[in-house]
């Protein structure tokens, strides 16, 4: 299916913008890298992100929150097909920079940056961009615990405050610098992911944060949205996962 970049507002121009990203892959087998079928086997959850703006969104606007909301939401397959994207092809983004293509499999971030760049140039007074965007995350805290980067201390610790009021928990990854030589590219701006394999999710996030400005407050968050198992009240399926936090962040900062 041909890819879409969908965008939606919302709110009074004299509220406070908050802009949502969400990553929207329908479908991941991996590309030409081609994903083991036994991880291909729940990538329809791959649009986790997406639905997360989608949700957050129709809280903001049930509840009237006095904010103006810019979603957008990154729709795309990741398939095998004549014309896929290749290990070594070179993609120019949207912001100019260039990208050297690793792997295949690392393909939400490619559709998320364009999306952090178009939204950065509305100027939002915050950022916040939900995907299911890697593996790694999942072994640093696990399937059940969304982890999250930002580039401000002060949203950090609100973001901890919100969710404990919540009570749904969250857990903060540094975004650690010096890996971003991981990225590093002979021939390009930078490499989509690192062939060296090591702190995946922080290299993702440090990747991510190329296109967003570094003066627009900014939160990312890396999570499964999906339970694997039935629990009591939790169904298994697609499950939110750090929404309810992200929401009482907001009220917090702009409920009257």
């Known amino acids: ?50 639905a997360h703006v989608l949700g957050l969104a129709q809280l903001i606007m049930s509840l009237k929150l006095p904010v103006r909301l810019d979603v957008f939401i990154s729709a795309a397959d990741n398939a095998i097909s004549n014309d896929a994207f290749r290990p070594g092809d070179i993609l120019t983004t949207r912001s100019g920079k260039t990208v050297e293509i690793d792997n295949t499999d690392a393909e939400g971030r490619l559709v998320l940056c364009d999306a952090l760049t178009k939204a950065g140039e509305n100027n939002p007074d915050l950022l916040i961009d939900f995907a299911t965007l890697t593996g790694a995350a999942r072994v640093a805290v696990g399937t059940e615990i969304p982890a999250f980067f930002s ?75 999906w339970n694997n198992r039935h629990r009591t009240g939790r169904p298994k399926g697609g499950e939110a996962m750090g929404l309810f936090a992200v929401f009482q962040l907001l009220e917090n900062k702009y409920a009257s």
Request: glycine share 8%.
């Open 1 to 50: 299916h041909t890819p879409r970049l969908i965008r939606l507002k919302w709110g009074k121009k004299s509220h406070p913008k908050v802009s949502l990203v969400g990553k929207g892959v329908c479908f991941d087998t991996g590309g030409l890298d081609i994903k083991p079928s036994q991880f291909m086997r729940i990538m329809k959850k791959d649009m986790g992100g997406a």
């Open 151 to 225: 580039n401000t201390s002060s949203l950090v610790s609100e973001i901890n405050q919100a969710a404990e009021k919540a009570d749904e928990l969250v857990w903060q990854l540094p975004m650690h610098k010096p890996y971003r030589s991981y990225l590093d590219s002979d021939i390009a701006d930078l490499l989509n992911s690192s062939p060296q394999g090591y702190g995946g999710a922080i290299t993702a996030a440090l990747y991510l944060n190329e296109f967003v400005d570094a003066d627009t407050p900014w939160v990312h968050f890396d999570m499964m949205a």
